[in-house]
Every structure is written in structure tokens, then in C-alpha cells.
């Protein structure tokens, strides 16, 4: 156990529909990443949050955002969902955010019919 | 850009083969190199790391080192056990725009029959 949670397990929805997934890093982490794994793309950086601010932001489609809130848990909101969201989405903190070791989630598998 | 180059898989071996999954990776500067782990069902695991040239990790049996003059790091066990079958990820971190992410690999996926 990494001490990252990630709320829902399972997320289906319909096409255009929005969701929210949900991150809380390990106690004592302030940087919050999120990654997305695809069958055809793999593991892709999204975005980084370092206490409550963006950090940097990787191929993340403007469909998507996501915040950190004051108390450091993360939110991924993804808008208009289309079939090819359908993916595992994981969340990752670290302590500094400066390269330091990152520690994962167990993920959110969002299907999208 | 950075990139990670892993061996495809998947790869099949039986209970105490010796295990090498090859990686390569292209960086400008020093990254750092980790290993992921992924059990079937469950999320990603830091498996080992290592932060500088001829750096070697080591945890659970698996070593790798850090080798910048062939910029590799290669995941090696000597003898694999069942419970060892999951998804291979290779990873660099490098500092780029002021900030560090995480590069994949594509992952290898290793099964161990009995």
C-alpha cells in the first residue's frame, strides 16, 4: 500500500457526460501528478500540483482540468468524454515535487460507452 | 525529448529462470532511473531507483545499474519466482521546463509458470 488513495475503482459513463476523480497523496506529500494509461498510448504524464498550484502541465487535453485543494487532495475533472477516454487514470504525490520518488495510486479505470 | 526504450514483451519463463528485462533511455543531462512494477489488477509500484551513473538498485532480488556510457538500465532477477508475473515499466525523471515528470517505457510483461 503506497499510502496514495484514489476514489472511484470503477468509473462508466456515456459519451458527453463529465466526471470527477479524486487523489489523496500520502500524509506529508505536497506534490500531486496524474498520469494516464491507455492501450495505445501507454503511460502519459497529465499535470502537476505542488501545494495548491500548477507546476506543469504534459498532454493534457483541454477537456480535462484538475486543482489541488488546501487540504492537498487532487481532483481530475474530465469534460465531454469521448470512447477513447476510456483509460486508467493513476495519481501520484511526492514529497517535493523536485524529482524525488513518486509513489502511485491504485488508479481509476473510467470506461466510457 | 526524453525517452524510455524497454524490451517487448510479453516474456514467458519458468520458476527459477533468470530474468533480464533490457532498457534504454535518451536524456540530455543526468536523469534519474526507476523501475515500476504493475501486478495484474492493482496499481503501479516503485520496484528500485537509482540516481546517478553506476548507481545499481537493488530490492526483492531485482537489481538494475545505472550505466550512462550505454545509457542503460537493465532489470535483472536470478531466479524468478511466480508471484514476480506483472508489468515491467522503466522510467526516467529529468528536470525540463522548470519541472520533473516521469518518461514510461512501454512496458514489459512478464508471465512465470510453475
Known amino acids: 500500500d503506497s499510502g496514495v488513495t484514489q476514489t472511484p475503482k470503477h468509473l462508466i459513463t456515456a459519451t458527453g457526460q463529465r466526471v470527477t476523480l479524486r487523489c489523496s497523496p500520502r500524509?506529508?506529500?505536497?506534490?500531486v501528478y496524474w498520469y494516464q494509461q491507455s492501450l495505445d498510448q501507454g503511460l502519459q504524464f497529465l499535470i502537476h500540483?505542488?501545494?495548491?498550484?500548477?507546476?506543469a502541465k504534459g498532454n493534457i487535453l483541454e477537456r480535462f482540468s484538475a486543482q489541488q485543494f488546501p487540504d492537498l487532495h487532487s481532483e481530475l475533472n474530465l469534460s465531454s468524454l469521448e470512447l477513447g477516454d476510456s483509460a486508467l487514470y493513476f495519481c501520484?504525490?511526492?514529497?517535493?515535487?523536485?524529482?524525488?520518488?513518486?509513489?502511485f495510486g491504485p488508479g481509476t479505470r473510467l470506461t466510457v460507452l | 525529448g526524453d525517452s524510455v526504450t524497454q524490451m517487448e514483451g510479453p516474456v514467458t519463463l519458468s520458476e527459477e529462470a533468470f530474468l533480464t528485462i533490457n532498457c534504454t533511455y535518451t536524456?540530455?543531462?543526468?536523469?534519474?532511473l526507476f523501475w515500476y512494477v504493475q501486478y495484474p489488477g492493482e496499481g503501479l509500484q516503485l520496484l528500485l531507483k537509482?540516481?546517478?551513473?553506476?548507481d545499481k538498485g537493488s530490492n526483492k532480488g531485482f537489481e538494475a545499474t545505472y550505466r550512462k556510457e550505454t545509457t542503460s538500465f537493465h532489470l535483472e532477477k536470478g531466479s524468478v519466482q511466480v508471484s514476480d508475473s506483472a508489468v515491467y515499466f522503466c522510467?526516467?525523471?529529468?528536470?525540463?521546463?522548470?519541472?520533473?515528470?516521469?518518461?514510461f517505457g512501454a512496458g514489459t510483461t512478464v508471465t512465470v509458470r510453475a
Open positions: 500540483y505542488y501545494n495548491g498550484e500548477e507546476r
Open positions: 500524509s506529508g506529500d505536497l506534490s
Open positions: 522510467a526516467l525523471s529529468a528536470l525540463r521546463s522548470n519541472d520533473y515528470k516521469l518518461s
Open positions: 501520484a504525490s511526492s514529497v517535493t515535487g523536485s524529482g524525488d520518488t513518486q509513489y
Open positions: 536524456a540530455t543531462g543526468y536523469p534519474s
Open positions: 537509482a540516481t546517478k551513473a553506476d
